[in-house]
C-alpha cells in the first residue's frame, strides 16, 4: 500500500513535471506563473534562512525562477522537479555565501519551535534553547547548514540532498554526521561556559 503522503508528493511532482513540459515546449508564462507562485512558499523561508536581507530575498527567489525559465529544458526527469529547483537556489545561495559582503547577514532567522502557550519562564528558556541551536547552526560551513536546513526543516532525503547538491548521498550522510557533532559540542560548550560565569 502506499503511504498517502508519497500519493501526494507524487502527485505534486505530476503536477511540477507537466508545467515545466508546457515552459519548455510552448514557453508557457501561466505555467511559469504557476510555478512562481507554488515555489515561493517553500523557496522563501529557505532563503530567508539564509540571509536577513530581505531585498536579496526577492532578487534571489527571482534569479533561481529567471533560470528555471531560461533552462527548463535541462531537467532530464531523473529527480524531482522540486529537487532540481532547490538545487538551483542551493547553488545560487552558496555563491552568496561566499561573498564577503553577505557573510555578517547569514542564517539568522531559525526558529525550530512550535508557539505554544505556557508560562513566560517556559517560553523564556523555550527562547534560549532556540536561540543557542540557531548559534550553533549559524557556526557551521555553508555545506554542512545547508545539509541541516534540507533535510530537517525542509524534509528531504539524503538522496534527494545529494541531487540537489551534486554529490553522492554519503557525502551528504557524512557533512549530517559531522554538523550533529558541531552543534552538540558547541552547545555543550557553551553552556559550560554558562555555569562557569555563574559561579
Not at 50 to 72: C, F, G, P, Q, R
Request: charged letters at 30%.
Amino acid at each position: 500500500m502506499v503511504h498517502p503522503l508519497k500519493r501526494d508528493a507524487d502527485r505534486l511532482d505530476d503536477i511540477d513535471k507537466a508545467l515545466l513540459r508546457q515552459i519548455t515546449e510552448d514557453r508557457s508564462t501561466v505555467a511559469m506563473q504557476s510555478l512562481y507562485n507554488s515555489y515561493r512558499s517553500r523557496l522563501v523561508p529557505f532563503l530567508r534562512r539564509m540571509t536577513a536581507d530581505h531585498t536579496l530575498i526577492e532578487e534571489t527567489y527571482n534569479d533561481v525562477m529567471l533560470t528555471l525559465w531560461n533552462k527548463s529544458d535541462q531537467f532530464k526527469g531523473n529527480s524531482k522537479v522540486s529537487s532540481w529547483i532547490f538545487s538551483i537556489a542551493y547553488r545560487i545561495c552558496l555563491k552568496l555565501i561566499k561573498k564577503q559582503q553577505f557573510r555578517q547577514k547569514v542564517l539568522d532567522n531559525f526558529l525550530f519551535f512550535k508557539e505554544e502557550e505556557d508560562s513566560v519562564e517556559s517560553i523564556n528558556n523555550e527562547s534560549n534553547e532556540a536561540n543557542l541551536l540557531k548559534q550553533a547552526i549559524h557556526s557551521l560551513p555553508a555545506k554542512q547548514r545547508i545539509a541541516v536546513e534540507l533535510s530537517y526543516f525542509e524534509g528531504y532525503s539524503t538522496q534527494e540532498i545529494g541531487d540537489i547538491a551534486n554529490c553522492p548521498a554519503n557525502t551528504v550522510k557524512t557533512r549530517l554526521h559531522h554538523a550533529r557533532q558541531k552543534i552538540k559540542a558547541y552547545i555543550d560548550a557553551t553552556k559550560l561556559d554558562e555555569k562557569r560565569n555563574e559561579i
